[in-house]
């Protein structure tokens, strides 16, 4: 996430990659994203982030292979899932900030995405870190452990071949083994 100024031609270029790529749940969506990138004025108001329900003026865009709703519009306390009303509030509000979430597969491991992701200034540091955030980076940490180990078993191998200690090698080698397994069935996000 960015906190620089992000050019609206960056947005308008990304907008138009993301509906290349991906297939959204509610095809209103894919109209609300092209007319947002065929207006600068709308670009230079416009901010992607995450936990967009926490900004005064939202919307949370979801694909297909997602998880998230397939589209919600927030206008202070406000909430609806119909796309028009949203539509008529960006395009009567052009000169309001509007802050977008996408909900896509991988989306933290996206460049394009973050490279145009904003933090979010209507969170507090305590919501920064949420369950998702917390069960990632418990995953990252078992994976690098895990990786860890398995540096450490290659090279106490490549010992036990050096001292010739067969039972050393069977020893390690099974470990290694185990360790290789938990690699594998370490979760994606």
């Given at each position: 996430?960015?906190?620089?100024?992000?050019?609206?031609?960056?947005?308008?270029?990304?907008?138009?990659?993301?509906?290349?790529?991906?297939?959204?749940?509610?095809?209103?969506?894919?109209?609300?994203?092209?007319?947002?990138?065929?207006?600068?004025?709308?670009?230079?108001?416009?901010?992607?982030?995450?936990?967009?329900?926490?900004?005064?003026?939202?919307?949370?865009?979801?694909?297909?292979?997602?998880?998230?709703?397939?589209?919600?519009?927030?206008?202070?306390?406000?909430?609806?899932?119909?796309p028009?009303?949203?539509?008529?509030?960006?395009?009567?509000?052009?000169?309001?900030a509007?802050?977008?979430?996408?909900?896509?597969?991988?989306?933290?491991q996206?460049?394009?995405?973050?490279?145009?992701l904003?933090?979010?200034?209507?969170?507090?540091?305590?919501?920064?870190?949420?369950?998702?955030?917390?069960?990632?980076?418990?995953?990252?940490?078992?994976?690098?452990?895990?990786?860890?180990?398995?540096?450490?078993?290659?090279?106490?191998?490549?010992?036990?071949?050096?001292?010739?200690?067969?039972?050393?090698?069977?020893?390690?080698?099974?470990?290694?083994?185990?360790?290789?397994?938990?690699?594998?069935?370490?979760?994606?996000?």
């Amino acid at each position: 996430m960015t906190n620089a100024v992000i050019h609206p031609h960056e947005k308008k270029a990304f907008i138009y990659w993301f509906l290349n790529q991906y297939e959204m749940k509610a095809r209103e969506s894919n109209w609300i994203l092209s007319y947002l990138a065929s207006h600068n004025k709308l670009l230079r108001n416009l901010h992607f982030v995450r936990h967009a329900k926490a900004c005064p003026r939202s919307i949370i865009i979801s694909t297909k292979c997602s998880n998230g709703v397939a589209f919600r519009f927030h206008r202070n306390k406000l909430i609806t899932s119909d796309p028009e009303k949203a539509f008529h509030d960006i395009r009567l509000n052009d000169d309001e900030a509007l802050y977008v979430q996408l909900n896509f597969h991988q989306w933290r491991q996206n460049p394009q995405y973050a490279l145009i992701l904003e933090e979010n200034p209507f969170l507090s540091d305590d919501d920064f870190i949420t369950d998702e955030d917390k069960r990632e980076a418990e995953r990252l940490m078992n994976y690098t452990l895990q990786a860890q180990i398995r540096k450490s078993l290659i090279e106490q191998i490549d010992e036990s071949l050096d001292e010739r200690d067969y039972n050393k090698f069977i020893r390690l080698s099974d470990e290694l083994k185990k360790t290789e397994k938990n690699l594998k069935n370490q979760p994606t996000s």
